[in-house]
């Protein structure tokens, strides 16, 4: 029997070296997606080890210190923020810690005008 090489899916080190948010950046919405990842894995009682197991089954390259990151820094790139969300049983949103009720007006965003 001929061995079968594991997938070779895409590497998805969740996000950029860590790094601080700068004056300017969304400090608080980071920090929101921080908690949403955090919330959505502790509702599903997954380990860190856990959740990144079911994404290697996947095909997807992660690691517990790259899981780590995202959940500390809510920084995340989306082909990650996806996968997650499928594993957690959420959507994106969710992870990021939007709620799910409350319907976006345009009378909510500032304008130049």
């Known amino acids: ?3 079968v090489a594991a997938p070779s899916g895409p590497t998805l080190e969740a996000a950029p070296p860590i790094r601080r948010p700068t004056t300017g950046e969304p400090t608080v919405e980071l ?3 921080a ?5 959505a894995r502790a509702r599903t009682h997954l380990s860190e ?8 089954r996947q095909g ?5 210190p790259g899981l780590r990151r995202c959940e500390s820094t809510g920084v995340i790139a989306l082909a990650l923020a996806s996968c997650l969300a499928d594993i957690y049983g959420t959507t994106t949103d969710g992870l990021a810690g939007r709620r ?3 319907r976006a007006s345009l ?3 500032q304008t130049d005008r």
């Open 35 to 39: 908690r949403g990842l955090r919330g």
């Open 1 to 3: 029997m001929t061995p």
């Open 49 to 56: 080890a856990g959740v990144v197991a079911i994404l290697s």
């Open 100 to 102: 799910f009720s409350r």
């Open 31 to 33: 920090e929101r997606v």
């Open 60 to 64: 997807v390259a992660l690691t517990v």
């Open 107 to 109: 009378n909510d965003f």
